[in-house]
């Protein structure tokens, strides 16, 4: 495709082809902007707001903005880390996530993410919510506890998989993921272990059964090199 | 009067799909229509809806949880709701709570178990010229009082029926005190929209560009452009939507102009529709607004019958509009024109993507006009009387006048139509305000205004406003307004993004801690901390502007947040001392040294 301009980011100037967003030609360009609600895959969603980028003295999501020639854009700078750090530190106080003891820890989006970003402490009091399991499906396991509300099942099921398995109820800090089921659970909806659906998830939330902790530490998808070198999970379809 | 049993439910479904079609758009009319013969939204209904309409049984449960005037479970037979703005507060609501709970003996939001009656609140329902209200099975009841309370938990306990109260209880008046360019006349002859057929849409456009008109739902994008934008879209169809979900806390101005001025709006769409060329428009209504239904329906079907709305309006082959309304139910986020689309086509009301914005991609995609009540009104008066008119008033960069929805403490509340550039003194003085401590102006997201502030003048340039003007006295705790606000936030946030999502949520908790008593310099700081990051990181208006209440408080009122601290250093946001109580129950030790000591 031909090139429709470039722009700016932190000193190095990235072409994008038209159409582009600021994070498609960024990732295009092999330069990182972290995200948890964006995969390529998909149509941008802009609801988790961690690659908030500032443009021209404004913070706006790089997978909604569409790419212009001259932008400058910050990506790394002090304060839109420091967005990022608190955007990371509302999840982790939203749910409950608890990495010693996960079995995604190592190859989860979010950890890693964090990492990136140098959030320390999740530095908000906790909500706890009391969320259930649902493992009454064969094959697949979903932790509502670390559910992080990307939709990218919701996405996944709808667009890729033609099955409407996922969405998201409620409102406000009420707002989460519902199986279409009559009894609401995984194990009677239509999911199936070969759908996209099973594979988009960055955290732990949904997680093939059986499969837990298989690889050591030292040898997870993120032990060695952050998440800027790795990529997503998704990419590894799954990672875990 | 709301007895459907369960084996009622298909035939309930069976009529409003007979009514409305099988369109998945109409999902949240067939949701409110159930929920209005129920008192809830039963499994059975979600079935054959789902059904019907070929979406799925989590899409619809999604919506009844989204929606606050949708149920799960069954509410009672008389469900009533008494509205909570801070106006409503300060007019004594929470007194009247529960003295209505007391007589009839229930908590508030549980369902009385006989099934007769459930007592709960809701965000401002818009009669904070007449409060404090209440709303029973949606319909608005008015200035309440202990009395009125009385004989409400009577009329509750003898199970009468809602027409067989007294109609003065549903009584609201309009309160217009000072009527201006827009208010001074509610009659039409339909002269506007006679011209735009005469004199072509582009005249009619010329006109509206000529007079400045910005939009005033508060953004204020200008009128005539966004009608040409949509209209340059090239596309199948295109949507006339006129915004009437006015939830801003303390605005009532549009409910004034559907009662007495709704010719004029309709005109105003109907103006719109010829100049974009579309075929179809929707009132959406804000469910507390319930009552004005069958009146709008009756206004829409005399302009059919005078040809103002159908096929060929005016005897113009070809000119074919009608308008539907739709009724919300209960989400403030869908006064934001992308929810209120969503909304619209019967989902969830979370807001969309921008860009595409809805002049290109509106309703079902296609090329959408969302304007407020008050500018279709403008609209069409700008059409009959021309763009000089309006510019007759107000300032350069705001032509015209602003109708106020003034409400709190002040000896008239009501409605005020100004000219731009009318200094605050000025509104208040009129209104009847006196040792006026603060404004806040344009709702609950808006800017608190003290006395050295009061020079200055509502108009786009320096104090723009979708119309809510609440006053505040000296006698007031000025905590009291952000701590409504806040909640009322957290109620209201859609939960799409991160930061508004929980960001409202830690900010709710944390001035509920500093208000306990319990709070530090620590907190303070935290919640500046939090507010920044809405401000600048959150997808839509709401978060970005619902730390507002918390951050000018904290600047221009912060001896109301210092003087409750209860250290300058940190304090958890948990009693240590209680939390160690279940470690005291198991070793059975109740003695002093098995407490901590006593905080700093």
């Known amino acids: ?240 | 009067m709301n007895a459907a049993m369960p084996s009622g439910v298909t035939e309930i479904v069976a009529a409003s799909l007979g009514r409305l079609g099988r369109n998945p758009e109409y999902l949240l009319q067939h949701l409110i229509a159930v929920q209005h013969h129920c008192s809830y939204v039963p499994d059975a209904a979600v079935e054959v809806l789902a059904d019907a309409l070929d979406v799925t049984r989590t899409q619809i449960r999604a919506a009844v949880r989204f929606y606050a005037f949708l149920h799960e479970t069954p509410r009672g037979a008389f469900d009533i709701l008494l509205s909570d703005n801070i106006t409503d507060r300060m007019l004594g609501n929470q007194r009247l709570l529960g003295l209505l709970c007391e007589r009839l003996g229930v908590a508030p939001g549980v369902p009385r178990p006989d099934g007769r009656v459930t007592v709960g609140l809701t965000s401002c329902t818009g009669m904070c010229d007449q409060g404090p209200a209440l709303l029973v099975n949606g319909l608005a009841v008015t200035r309440l009082d202990p009395a009125r309370i009385d004989r409400i938990a009577d009329l509750v306990e003898r199970g009468l029926a809602l027409p067989q109260w007294p109609g003065d209880f549903f009584r609201v008046e309009d309160n217009i005190r000072r009527p201006g360019l827009l208010l001074s006349n509610p009659t039409t002859d339909a002269s506007g929209l006679s011209a735009t057929l005469a004199k072509g849409s582009d005249a009619a456009l010329a006109e509206l560009d000529r007079s400045g008109l910005r939009g005033r739902g508060g953004a204020g994008f200008t009128t005539a452009l966004k009608w040409r934008l949509c209209r340059e879209t090239k596309a199948e169809q295109r949507f006339v939507v006129c915004n009437a979900d006015e939830g801003e806390p303390g605005t009532f101005k549009d409910r004034v102009l559907l009662n007495s001025y709704a010719d004029l709006v309709f005109e105003g769409m109907t103006i719109c529709a010829r100049v974009i060329g579309a075929r179809q428009g929707f009132l959406y209504l804000r469910g507390e607004y319930l009552y004005l239904r069958e009146h709008l329906e009756s206004v829409l079907a005399r302009r059919r019958l005078d040809r103002l709305l159908g096929r060929d309006i005016l005897g113009a082959p070809g000119f074919d509009f009608d308008i539907e309304v739709h009724l919300g139910a209960g989400a403030y986020i869908c006064g934001e024109e992308s929810a209120l689309i969503e909304s619209l086509e019967g989902k969830r009301g979370v807001t969309r993507k921008r860009p595409p914005f809805p002049v290109t991609s509106g309703y079902q995609g296609l090329p959408t006009v969302v304007n407020n009540v008050e500018t279709f009104l403008a609209a069409a008066r700008i059409v009959q009387w021309g763009g000089q008119w309006l510019r007759n008033q107000g300032t350069d960069r705001s032509p015209g006048s602003k109708i106020l929805s003034i409400s709190g403490d002040c000896r008239s509340p009501g409605i005020y139509e100004y000219p731009f550039g009318t200094p605050l003194h000025q509104v208040l003085r009129d209104c009847g305000a006196e040792q006026t401590q603060a404004v806040q102006i344009s709702g609950a997201a808006g800017a608190t205004l003290v006395p050295g502030e009061f020079d200055r003048v509502i108009a786009f340039e320096d104090l723009p406003t979708a119309g809510s003007f609440m006053i505040f006295d000296e006698s007031r705790d000025m905590l009291d307004m952000v701590r409504n606000f806040t909640a009322f936030f957290a109620h209201e946030s859609c939960g799409f993004c991160t930061p508004c999502r929980v960001g409202c949520a830690l900010l709710r908790n944390l001035v509920e801690k500093v208000a306990a008593g319990q709070g530090s310099i620590h907190d303070l700081n935290e919640l500046h901390h939090i507010g920044a990051v809405m401000r600048q990181a959150s997808y839509c208006g709401l978060g970005q502007t619902a730390p507002n209440p918390i951050l000018n408080t904290l600047d221009k009122f912060p001896e109301v947040w210092h003087r409750r601290l209860r250290s300058v250093a940190y304090t958890p946001s948990f009693d240590l001392d209680g939390a160690l109580a279940e470690g005291r129950a198991l070793t059975g030790r109740g003695d002093a040294q098995a407490h901590l000591e006593e905080q700093p």
């Not at chain 1, 854009?73 to 990022?84: I, Y």
């Not at chain 1, 649902?134 to 996405?155: G, Y």
Request: charged letters at 20%; aromatic letters at 6%.
């Open chain 1, 1 to 240: 495709m031909t090139e429709a301009g470039r722009f700016q980011m932190d000193g190095r100037e990235i072409a994008f082809t038209p159409g582009q967003t600021i994070m498609d030609a960024a990732l295009a360009a092999g330069a990182y902007i972290p995200h948890l609600c964006h995969n390529p895959q998909f149509a941008p969603h802009g609801s988790c707001r961690v690659c908030v980028v500032g443009v021209h003295g404004r913070h706006v999501s790089a997978c909604t903005t569409p790419a212009a020639d001259g932008l400058q854009v910050d990506n790394a700078g002090a304060e839109v880390q420091g967005l990022r750090q608190a955007i990371l530190q509302m999840l982790f106080v939203e749910g409950n996530h608890v990495c010693p003891g996960c079995e995604k820890s190592g190859a989860c989006q979010l950890q890693a993410v964090a990492y990136w970003v140098g959030m320390l402490t999740p530095r908000f009091p906790h909500f706890f919510p009391k969320r259930a399991l649902d493992a009454s499906h064969p094959d697949f396991v979903i932790d509502f506890n670390r559910c992080i509300l990307c939709e990218l099942c919701v996405r996944a099921s709808r667009d890729v998989d033609g099955k409407r398995v996922f969405a998201i109820s409620g409102r406000g800090l009420d707002s989460h993921l519902v199986i279409d089921s009559r009894s609401g659970k995984l194990g009677d909806s239509r999911f199936a272990a070969t759908d996209r659906a099973a594979h988009v998830c960055p955290v732990g939330a949904i997680l093939p059964k059986n499969r837990a902790y298989a690889a050591p530490i030292g040898q997870r998808l993120y032990d060695r090199e952050p998440i800027s070198q790795v990529g997503d999970v998704a990419a590894h379809d799954g990672g875990s």
